[in-house]
């Protein structure tokens, strides 16, 4: 017994939305296949404009928009946490296995003196604490700063260390260079800077409250907590094929 079999027809607009899907999903893959491993996961500073796919395609052309998006208002929903006086919780850590670890870290005589005074440790088993002092943070070598905030870093309870602000290493000037904010804002924020994962990562937001000004400030956080937004618009022509 024969079957009959009947053509669907698909709607012109569920063509155009298969389309567009198809090609947004075809660009963002590319992009992300061709960023270096170390940018993927990363938020960073995107230029403002527009760009289209290159090459004619037969869906149509892609346009990507860039919109800067940003609201210091809102977003320094963690100021709390991350302005609260420094404090260094080595968790899982004896007294010894601290004392070892930091005589490993880089430090000058003058740091090691301050840190190793196990006399102003607060010792509640099974971690240490410490309260470093901003005088021993601002001086902290880029090494140093790794190796320790590298630690600090496997737990929440140190929440700077844990979520550092990141940037990949080649974009760091760039995420500052749309704002208004000063060249030794910048060097301040750079000076603080330790690698990470291969992104230099910043974690001492709270020594800048007493080094900038308060509208220096405000244009540092916009420039931490910026967002980029992307607008995707498909460009349909007369010779597009769409069937």
């Known amino acids: 017994m024969a079957v009959e079999?009947?053509?669907?027809?698909?709607?012109?607009?569920?063509?155009?939305?298969?389309?567009?899907c198809l090609g947004a999903a075809a660009v963002l893959l590319a992009q992300i296949a061709l960023k270096p491993p170390a940018t993927r996961t990363s938020v960073s500073q995107h230029p403002i404009g527009s760009s289209t796919t290159p090459g004619p395609k037969p869906w149509g052309d892609l346009e990507i928009t860039s919109i800067p998006f940003e609201n210091s208002e809102t977003v320094f929903l963690d100021s709390a946490v991350r302005l609260k006086p420094a404090e260094w919780v080595f968790v899982n850590t004896t007294p010894s296995q601290l004392t070892d670890f930091l005589q490993s870290a880089a430090l000058t005589d003058a740091q090691k003196r301050e840190l190793l005074a196990t006399n102003s440790w607060t010792i509640q088993p099974p971690n240490c604490v410490?309260?470093?002092?901003?005088?021993?943070?601002l001086g902290l070598?880029?090494?140093?700063?790794?190796?320790?905030?590298?630690?600090?870093?496997q737990t929440e309870s140190n929440y700077a260390q844990c979520?550092?602000?990141?940037f990949p290493p080649n974009r760091f000037e760039e995420r500052f260079a749309r704002r208004p904010?000063?060249?030794?804002?910048?060097?301040?924020?750079?000076?603080?800077?330790?690698?990470?994962?291969?992104?230099?990562?910043?974690?001492d937001?709270?020594?800048?409250t007493n080094k900038l000004s308060s509208a220096e400030f405000s244009a540092l956080i916009e420039v931490?907590?910026?967002?980029?937004t992307v607008r995707l618009r498909l460009r349909v022509g007369p010779n597009t094929d769409i069937d």
């Open 205 to 208: 937001l709270d020594l800048a």
């Open 163 to 166: 979520y550092p602000y990141r």
């Open 5 to 20: 079999r009947k053509a669907v027809s698909i709607p012109r607009f569920a063509k155009l939305t298969v389309a567009f």
């Open 224 to 228: 931490l907590y910026a967002l980029p």
């Open 130 to 137: 410490i309260h470093p002092s901003a005088e021993l943070r």
């Open 141 to 153: 070598s880029a090494a140093s700063r790794a190796m320790i905030y590298g630690k600090l870093g």
């Open 181 to 203: 904010i000063s060249p030794d804002t910048v060097h301040f924020v750079r000076s603080l800077c330790y690698t990470n994962d291969d992104l230099l990562s910043f974690a």
